[in-house]
Antibody, heavy 122, light 106 residues
Framework: QLQLQESGPGLVKPSETLSLTCTVS??????????WGWIRQPPGKGLEWIGS???????YYNPSLKSRVTISVDTSKNQFSLKLSSVTAADTAVYYC??????????????WGQGTMVTVSS | DIQLTQSPSFLSASVGDRVTITCRAS??????LAWYQQKPGKAPKLLIY???TLQSGVPSRFSGSGSGTEFTLTISSLQPEDFATYYC????????FGPGTKVDIK
């Protein structure tokens, strides 16, 4: 059974870059069966998709964040990562990594990490 | 981008009640719709995908229907563990989520 675990700093200063990693266990990040994504949730608010990456390396980003987001894969570590630049307090949120057996699940995210809280503050 | 609205935004119900939540899309999305359940402090859990397909392990009291622009999530007999917030998500274009429906105990 696939499992995901987020890791990274819980506090980031304004204008700096937020960097998170999602470690995949129980399956290969190179598998064509999955695609991988990041979703965030500000405190007390709803869910926002940040972006996704396919096994081919193709990336898709939320247009509202596209200029600041980079998602990449490290196959040697079975991880994928998120970088969000020029952060402000509005980027304070719980960040989730997730995966989708895209062909079987109509692109829905069926496996989620537990989430990690990131606060943007000086 | 495709906007999703959910109604109601909040509902109060009792154990055993039949509950229906509606999700409307600003344009047609075929059956590219999923439903998630989220409990406080926890990650969302996939309940339904492709508008009406029950995710493995999800109780059969949950069902989904609809296509195009209008979708529903129904809980046939509400159980204590079902009190949570429910989100719809469209996957026809870049993914967006609805604002959520909180189901609370009456």
């Amino acid at each position: 059974q696939l499992q995901l675990q987020e890791s990274g700093p819980g506090l980031v200063k304004p204008s700096e870059t937020l960097s998170l990693t999602c470690t995949v266990s129980g399956g290969s990040i190179s598998s064509s069966s999955y695609y991988w994504g990041w979703i965030r949730q500000p405190p007390g608010k709803g869910l926002e998709w940040i972006g996704s990456i396919y096994y081919s390396g193709s990336t898709y980003y939320n247009p509202s964040l596209k200029s600041r987001v980079t998602i990449s894969v490290d196959t040697s570590k079975n991880q994928f990562s998120l970088k969000l630049s020029s952060v402000t307090a509005a980027d304070t949120a719980v960040y989730y990594c997730a995966s989708s057996e895209w062909e079987l699940k109509n692109d829905a995210f069926d496996i989620w990490g537990q989430g990690t809280m990131v606060t943007v503050s000086s | 981008d495709i906007q999703l609205t959910q109604s109601p935004s909040f509902l109060s119900a009792s154990v055993g009640d039949r509950v229906t939540i509606t999700c409307r899309a600003s344009q047609g999305i075929s059956s590219y719709l999923a439903w998630y359940q989220q409990k406080p402090g926890k990650a969302p859990k996939l309940l339904i995908y492709a508008a009406s397909t029950l995710q493995s392990g999800v109780p059969s009291r949950f069902s989904g229907s609809g296509s195009g622009t209008e979708f529903t999530l129904t809980i046939s007999s509400l159980q204590p563990e079902d009190f949570a917030t429910y989100y719809c998500q469209q996957l026809n274009s870049y993914p967006t989520f609805g604002p959520g429906t909180k189901v609370d105990i009456k």
